[in-house]
């Protein structure tokens, strides 16, 4: 299939359709094997981190997956996978990154109201970090003032946006 934009108006169109295959689909027992239909969960890669911090090796993890949801078929990603993350999180171990996040995780260690999240872009980038810790929920439980910011006023080194709130 080709899929192609009309200059004029904007819209897509698909400009070339090819009904025949040169090879088998894959049936429907195999979609789930497919790359595009693999995933693992936050929740997996939580309980797969711990899991390694303890000493329990990547076959003997997925062999524990396999029996926590019933059978190897019923798995929403291979052991390879399961390898694909570990090297993921380690490439984000390096860097201001590793060191933001490890300060993150120090505080909310002392800090039970400390909330943090971050996401990481395609090329294990760090794309978002948010955090609030418990001195800003005090002092919103007594001010409770509503703050609205730019965040186009300035960049960082890396050219992101950068917005540091503080107490």
Avoid at 16 to 27: K, N, P, Q, T
Avoid at 51 to 80: D, H, R, S
């Amino acid at each position: 299939m080709r899929i192609k934009r009309n200059d004029g108006s904007g819209k897509w169109y698909v400009s070339r359709f090819v009904d025949e295959h040169i090879y088998e689909l894959a049936s429907g027992k195999f979609v789930d094997y497919l790359r595009s239909h693999r995933r693992i969960s936050e929740v997996e890669i939580a309980q797969m981190t711990s899991l390694m911090e303890v000493g329990i090796n990547i076959p003997k993890i997925y062999e524990f997956f396999v029996a926590q949801v019933g059978g190897f078929n019923l798995v929403t990603f291979t052991k390879q996978d399961m390898y694909n993350e570990v090297r993921r999180q380690r490439g984000m171990q390096n860097g201001d990154v590793s060191a933001a996040i490890r300060y993150l995780e120090g505080v909310s260690r002392v800090d039970n109201r400390m909330f943090w999240r971050y996401k990481v872009g395609s090329e294990n980038n760090l794309c978002d970090l948010f955090w609030s810790d418990g001195r800003s929920h005090f002092d919103y439980a007594i001010f409770r003032d509503v703050l609205a910011f730019d965040a186009n006023y300035s960049r960082n080194k890396y050219n992101l946006s950068v917005v540091v709130l503080g107490s």
